[in-house]
C-alpha cells in the first residue's frame, strides 16, 4: 500500500510538472522563431514529445515510489526537487525566453542527474532501475537537439 500511495503522489507531481512546463513554453514549438530555427534531422515529430513523456513520468513515478520505499534519507528528495526545477525550467528557458545555450546548460544537468539516480541506486532499486532507460533515452536524444540548434542557429 506504501508503493502505491507513493506512485499515486509522484504520477501528480510529475505530471503537474509536465503541465507547468507546457504552461511556461506557451506556444514554444508553434512560434516562428523555433519553426525557422535549423533543426537536427533526428528530431522527432512533435507528437513524439507527448508520448515519450507520459511514458518516462510513468515510468520515472514507478521508479521513485520504490526507491522512495527504499531509501529513507533525505538525498533522494532533494534529487528529485532538483531534477523537477530542471525539467520545468528548461522549457521557460528554451522556448519562452530562447537562451538556448543556458537550456543546454540545464538539460545537460538533468540529464546528469538522471544517470547518477540509476548508478547511485542501482544497487539498492536493481532492475527497477531499468524504469529510467526511458528517461534517460530521452534526455541523450533531447540534449542532443538542444545542442545541435545552439551549434547551427
Given at each position: 500500500m506504501?508503493?502505491?500511495?507513493?506512485?499515486?503522489?509522484?504520477?501528480?507531481i510529475?505530471?503537474?510538472?509536465?503541465?507547468?512546463?507546457?504552461?511556461?513554453?506557451?506556444?514554444?514549438p508553434?512560434?516562428?522563431?523555433?519553426?525557422n530555427?535549423?533543426q537536427a534531422?533526428?528530431?522527432p515529430?512533435?507528437w513524439?514529445?507527448?508520448?515519450?513523456?507520459?511514458?518516462i513520468?510513468?515510468?520515472?513515478?514507478?521508479?521513485?515510489?520504490?526507491?522512495?520505499n527504499?531509501?529513507?534519507?533525505?538525498?533522494?528528495?532533494?534529487l528529485?526537487?532538483?531534477?523537477?526545477?530542471?525539467n520545468v525550467?528548461?522549457?521557460?528557458?528554451?522556448?519562452?525566453?530562447?537562451m538556448?545555450?543556458?537550456?543546454?546548460?540545464?538539460?545537460?544537468?538533468?540529464?546528469?542527474?538522471?544517470?547518477?539516480?540509476f548508478?547511485n541506486y542501482?544497487?539498492d532499486?536493481?532492475?527497477?532501475?531499468y524504469?529510467l532507460l526511458?528517461?534517460?533515452?530521452?534526455?541523450l536524444?533531447?540534449?542532443?537537439l538542444?545542442?545541435y540548434i545552439?551549434?547551427?542557429?
Open positions: 506504501k508503493i502505491f500511495k507513493a506512485l499515486v503522489l509522484f504520477l501528480i510529475n505530471f503537474s510538472g509536465l503541465a507547468i512546463g507546457s504552461w511556461l513554453m506557451g506556444n514554444g508553434l512560434t516562428d522563431w523555433y519553426i530555427l535549423n534531422p533526428w528530431t515529430p512533435g513524439v514529445f507527448g508520448v515519450a513523456w507520459t511514458l513520468m510513468i515510468c520515472f513515478s514507478v521508479y521513485l515510489a520504490y526507491l522512495f527504499t531509501k529513507k534519507t533525505n538525498l533522494p528528495i532533494l528529485f526537487v532538483i531534477q523537477f526545477i530542471l525550467s528548461w522549457n521557460y528557458v528554451f522556448f519562452n525566453q530562447h538556448v545555450l543556458v537550456g543546454l546548460i540545464i538539460i545537460s544537468l538533468l540529464t546528469v542527474l538522471i544517470f547518477f539516480f548508478f542501482k544497487k532499486l536493481k532492475k527497477r532501475s524504469l526511458p528517461y534517460m533515452i530521452w534526455m536524444i533531447a540534449t542532443s538542444n545542442a545552439l551549434i547551427n542557429n
